[in-house]
């Protein structure tokens, strides 16, 4: 690392504009939509999609409650801790901020659609339910980069300089700016998921364990007491955790029991190590079991409330159990097991994975002829890749492989690999390594920060003040909290399954109502919105052909006024599919006109129905569209 002034103040420009960049994602909000997860499992779509307890057997047939599926209690497969942590108390804090600098002129107060849970019931307030859909976007990534600034940032400084005590903190290590500008940052690091906040708690594990071992101290209560609380807290955010986590605690044990003079010594430390562990957990198991008792008993109401189950809401265990069975996993989609290895790693990571496999290699076939003379390595690299190793193997056992599940491998590939990449920072090789790595942290961003399904988003915000039925087709799920504006707006998310058809009647009729729900606050002077979200995710087209027939009968004793206005939104290339027509006002279809009413300003790329090619670059760019069409009957059937 270079150390004149002028070369500090260059790293020091380029840090602090990737630290803008960071936070101008979370402002701005990145329309790029990476995974439901982040909606279903952060907490935002939990805690503040519309939910309707009141409907009737055969609505349930259709109705998906908006919340996710590993919140049930049947399943109980994920703690309620970090979605609360992530999304509701930024949101609180937020609305506390915003109630004493904002003067509100309404002097009445809405009541909550429900009971509250108990749980979270301290850190929920009335004007939570005044929250925007975009207030309820931007506000948990805003928070969630902030933390990432903290721990991920701070954790590399940490352990950039761990055991090189000459080494003065005047300049951001190489290790911090590869950080800052990976992809994974930049994207995962702003956004709500469960594995990003797998991510920090790994990195403040490295940083504990690392830096106890580099100060040799037989008996530190605290660093015990800290690996303890976040082991614990690391499994309760994903059960995973433990697989990257697992080699570190024995490295640090194996210090601890070479360090300590006497068995006293070593008993000690292990012991506030299991203790803090025991009483962390048992808090976990606690808060969820007292969240799943209330949810068990407010969906059943058949008797007392039960908190004696404590025993089924372990959250990681009860998704460790659900992840060994191959069928459980089939629904998510099964992958060959060497993805992670040869896909997913370069995808996230891109050259720094190959080095790392380079010389891991390396080390291995090195390892018997190491003498006296040769360079010492360092625990800090040693520590990371046994994490490394360990993760990339267990989960490769798993036939169901994504990208994000190794974002824990973030700070200790970057940490392992950057001396590599980055060599002496001048010359030829130093420009095309680093050109290599800005061109493919640039492509890898723009396209899952700005590209992939990007117009989803923008459309939900946009329908926020209409009072309509929205067919969403072809497109990832959409989150009902996103159409929120104030507490007079509704979302009802509705998703179709492949067994849809089965739900048509012998006599044709389809056996889905549109049932009018309870209005949430009465204020007759404020317009009052109800949007019904219809999901039909990747459907036959005879499908969306039932949904439209079932929300607009084009018949002579129902009058097109009399329903509420049917709107379809669908990437263009599906619209074209659909009509082999390529005017961009509308098409027709079967007995339905459609007129397009609103284009997401966002590009919309949807890797599984990609435009025709017609030998213009141009036209195919265009098309790469999310489109609002407003569906009216073509004329009435007698």
Known sequence: MPTSKLSNTLWWTLYLLLIALRFYGAIYSLPGYIHPDEFFQGGQELFFGQQFDSLSPTDHVYFVKNVPWEFEPSNAVRSIVPPMFMTLLPLRMYACMKDLLVVSTSTEQCNQPSQQNPVYSFLWSESLNQLSGREVLVIPRMFICILSLIILDGSMWLL?????????????????????????????????????????CLAALLVVINLDICNSQKRNRRSSVCIGIMCSVGIFVRFTFAFFAFPLVLVWIWHKWNSSFTARHFIYNMTWLASAFLATSAMFIWVDTKYYSWKDHNEQSDGAMDHGNALGYITPLNALLYNSETSNLAAHGLHPRVTHFLLNMPMLFGPLAIVLYISTCKNVLSAGD???????????????????????????????????????????????????????????????????????????????????????????????????????????????????????SYVQTVRMTQDYDASINGDGNNSYHNDEIQNQCSAPSTKQYKNRVLDLQGNEPRVLLNVLQSNLPCTNSIGEDNLMPVYLVTPYSIANSLSNETDPVGFAWQEYNFTNVYISPHVHVSTEDWPNWNGSAITFLNHLQLVVYEVTCMKAIA
Not at 165 to 194: D, N, Q, Y
Not at 381 to 399: K, Y
Request: glycine share 6%; proline share 8%.
């Open 160 to 200: 950039a300089f761990c055991g090189q005590h000459k080494k003065k903190m005047c300049v951001p290590p190489s290790e911090v700016i590869m950080l800052a500008s990976s992809w994974p940052c930049l994207v995962f690091g702003i956004r709500p998921f469960t594995n990003t906040l797998e991510a920090m």
């Open 370 to 488: 190491r003498n006296k003379n040769s360079q010492p390595v360092s625990i800090v690299d040693i520590n990371c890749r046994w994490a490394i190793l360990s993760g990339l193997f267990v989960l490769s056992c798993a036939p169901h492989q994504e990208a994000r599940f190794l974002l824990p491998c973030i700070v200790p590939v970057i940490l392992v690999s950057t001396k590599d990449i980055i060599g002496t920072p001048r010359g030829p090789k130093f420009i095309v390594r680093v050109g290599f790595w800005t061109v493919f942290n640039i492509a890898l961003y723009t396209f899952f920060g700005w590209l992939h399904q990007g117009g989803l988003v923008e459309t939900m915000l946009h329908i926020s003040n209409t009072s309509s039925n929205h067919i969403y087709y072809k497109t990832y799920t959409p989150p009902s909290f996103l159409a929120r504006v104030e507490t007079y």
